[in-house]
């Protein structure tokens, strides 16, 4: 069965400090790779996709994401944080076994950026 | 272009009870998707609809049902309401069924079972 780990269950930066946020999964298959955010009362977006070809994936807002199959890894970072990016980020995977739609979610991690 | 609408918002039910929440995918989606996401289990896919037909279904009991409208609508139904279904249901829709594909989420409806 498939299933995505995420670590960090709260995490405290101050503006300007960089982030990274680990994510593994479990799926011995091909694999299409997601991060998920929910910023405090709106609705889940889409903050990058992961397909295939270069692993190295690049979304909105200035995050980034690699993927790294050898070690199950989808970690998502960003180089300098901002009190905006103060929200909920959720790993999802699908598998090529699953349905299309059928995502697996990490429990996600809280981010909170102190001005 | 409008996002995914889900009705109602906020709905509060009794134990027992029967609810039905409803889903407008984005105009021309046809597949549409709905996870039960709560504090404890985080989000879990319940099922997925396109051409009016379920293709892929969730680990939840059969009081969980849903379905979907010619013109791609959806809803979900919960029968006999247990306090371990208040949850913020969330529908997604996506443009196609095949894999890859993309979801765009709904704000949800959250639940509440006294």
Not at chain 1, 23 to 50: E, I
Not at chain 1, 77 to 93: G, L, M
Not at chain 1, 100 to 113: C, D, H, K, S
Not at chain 2, 52 to 75: A, C, D, H, I
């Amino acid at each position: 069965a498939q299933s995505v780990s995420q670590h960090n269950h709260h995490v405290i930066l101050s503006e300007a400090a960089s982030l990274e946020l680990g994510c593994n999964y479990s799926y011995g298959g091909t694999v299409n790779l997601f991060w998920y955010v929910q910023y405090p009362g709106q609705h889940l977006q889409l903050l990058l996709k992961y397909f295939s070809g270069d692993p190295l994936v690049k979304g909105i807002k200035g995050f980034e994401a690699e993927f790294i199959k050898s070690k199950f890894s989808f970690n998502l970072r960003k180089p300098s944080v901002q009190w905006s990016d103060t929200a909920e980020y959720f790993c999802a995977v699908n598998g090529d076994q699953t349905g299309a739609n059928n995502l697996f979610f990490g429990t996600g991690t809280r981010l909170t950026v102190i001005p | 272009k409008a996002g995914v609408t889900q009705t109602p918002r906020y709905l509060i039910k009794t134990r027992g009870q029967q609810v039905t929440l409803s889903c407008s995918p984005i105009s021309g989606h046809r597949s549409v998707s709905w996870y039960q996401q709560t504090p404890g289990q985080g989000l879990q896919f319940l099922f997925e609809y396109f051409s009016e037909t379920q293709r892929n279904k969730g680990n939840f009991p059969g009081r969980f049902s849903g379905r979907q409208f010619s013109n791609s609508r959806s809803e979900m139904n919960v029968s006999t309401l247990e306090l371990g279904d208040s949850a913020l249901y969330l529908c997604a829709s996506s443009l196609v069924e095949g894999s890859p594909n993309v979801l765009t989420f709904g704000a949800g409806s959250r639940l509440t079972v006294l």
